[in-house]
């Protein structure tokens, strides 16, 4: 994929380039979460029993698991320009249908395009801004990493301010206006491209073991259901069985082989599976314990979104002065010390305290971000980062996924009272944390570029 915009242009045109993407990021992480506070108000409105709607929720995780590995085969054959305008395209005409929707069902099906919109956005978004700017991504990294921080924040919010004053539709109804405006000013602001020179056929044997797998692994993980996540997990299997001998696989395998991409993967994939995953147990011990309201308890997760955001937006200069190993050890010892007061919560630490620490947590996560996806799309040649990108995205989403079912799981199994089953499940999710200093050992010293 050949992108116009170089690093040898201003740092101002890559800021604009960011910003654009930062839009599309946060659309597509954005409506994952806003309809987390109106599922029981769809299900009033649409008279349909809440396990009917609560698909309203899966079928966009679903679809976007499915869409992630093959944004790195769109990208090479259509150019990234190209795909992430339709994906945005494609988000925006399914944020509007939902918003229309006459029936669970519908709303259901509205909510599977939405997913193949979002689900491809935010990759190949990363490819094309790590394309663009080449060497300088260490110093520019904030821009693409922020999203992920802000966006689960601001879901609840918006979705609860809308809610309560507009209905559920408006949920959907509010976004479509940024996705119009994202579309209108992506168009003059992304670089121009053109498809790889060496472009391979889609590899549909691939495609038809992948997207399912990951697909049912992710929603087997999420609901509890045993059948699908085992089903999910012979199909990936059976899909590294069929990468390790297609000349042309959707996600390529051997880019495990250059250290710095591997090394960079299992640190994504642990920080998966225990700093992000417990990201889930902060809304619920706010609400089952604390009674808050989902609204309420996304104002009391902002601190750490604030942490995150800090120091996203100085990571490249702390990327710099410190390099990638120091910084991602020193993140991963901030969100540690910023999760031991939520060990405690059986002796209600108090609020302050809290506070405090999500602060420090957030700040841990940020610096924790920016070395791996610098090291994972730095050590490579930029005409392998749109596959890269896809492979980044299914890792992270796999360990999400495992690390969500096990903490879920633990606080389901742990004593009572609440407080102290989240105590619990925060002290492993502690010890889980821990693992990822294993990897971070690993990290070089300095930039790969």
């Not at 987390?36 to 009033?44: E, L, Q």
């Not at 997990?233 to 250290?259: E, I, N």
């Not at 710099?320 to 020193?330: E, I, K, N």
């Not at 609440?418 to 930039?447: G, K, N």
Request: proline share 6%; aromatic share 8%.
């Amino acid at each position: 994929m050949d992108v116009t915009l170089t690093a040898a242009r201003p740092d101002a045109a890559l800021w604009r380039l960011g910003g654009v993407l930062i839009m599309g990021a946060v659309l597509s992480i954005l409506d994952a979460t806003i309809v987390t506070v109106g599922i029981d108000s769809i299900a009033r409105d649409l008279g349909s029993p809440v396990t009917t709607v609560q698909w309203v929720a899966s079928a966009y995780l679903l679809a976007a698991s499915a869409a992630i590995p093959l944004s790195g085969w769109l990208t090479d054959r259509f150019g990234g320009r190209a795909v992430w305008l339709t994906a945005v395209a494609i988000f925006t005409a399914g944020t509007l249908l939902c918003g229309f929707a006459w029936s669970a069902p519908a709303l259901i099906a509205f909510r599977v395009l939405h997913g193949l919109g979002g689900g491809l956005m935010q990759p190949v978004g990363q490819a094309v801004f790590a394309q663009a700017a080449g060497p300088a991504l260490g110093r520019m990294i904030g821009v693409v990493t922020l999203p992920a921080t802000v966006a689960p924040v601001l879901g609840p919010l918006l979705g609860g301010a809308l809610v309560a004053d507009f209905g559920w539709r408006w949920m959907f109804f509010g976004v479509v206006p940024l996705g119009v405006a994202t579309f209108v000013v992506a168009r003059s602001v992304l670089p121009a491209s053109s498809p790889s020179e060496a472009r391979s056929p889609l590899d549909v044997r691939g495609i038809l073991l992948l997207s399912p797998g990951l697909a049912a692994f992710v929603y087997g993980l999420a609901s509890n259901v045993v059948v699908a996540w085992v089903t999910g997990a012979v199909l990936l299997l059976a899909y590294g069985v069929h990468a390790a001998r297609a000349p042309a696989p959707v996600l390529d395998l051997t880019l495990f082989r250059d250290k710095g991409f591997r090394v960079a993967s299992v640190s994504t994939f642990l920080l998966g599976a225990s700093l992000y995953s417990s990201m889930l147990l902060l809304p619920l011990y706010y609400e089952q314990v604390a009674h808050a309201s989902p609204w309420e308890a996304g104002l009391l997760l902002a601190p750490q979104a604030i942490g995150s955001a800090a120091v996203l937006l100085a990571g490249g200069r702390l990327l710099a002065r410190f390099g990638p190993r120091r910084m991602m050890l020193a993140g991963i010892g901030l969100s540690l010390l910023g999760t031991v007061a939520f060990t405690q919560l059986g002796s209600a630490p108090s609020g302050v305290v809290l506070t405090l620490s999500l602060l420090i947590r957030g700040a841990g996560l940020g610096a924790a971000t920016a070395p791996g996806m610098t090291t994972l799309y730095g050590s490579l040649e930029r005409s392998r980062i749109p596959r890269a990108a896809s492979a980044f995205n299914v890792i992270n989403r796999v360990g999400g996924s495992l690390g969500t079912a096990l903490l879920a799981a633990i606080l389901h199994s742990a004593a009572s009272p609440l407080s102290t089953a989240f105590a619990t499940t925060f002290t492993w999710s502690l010890a889980l944390s821990a693992l990822t200093l294993v990897p971070a050992a690993f990290f070089p010293s300095r930039s790969p570029r």
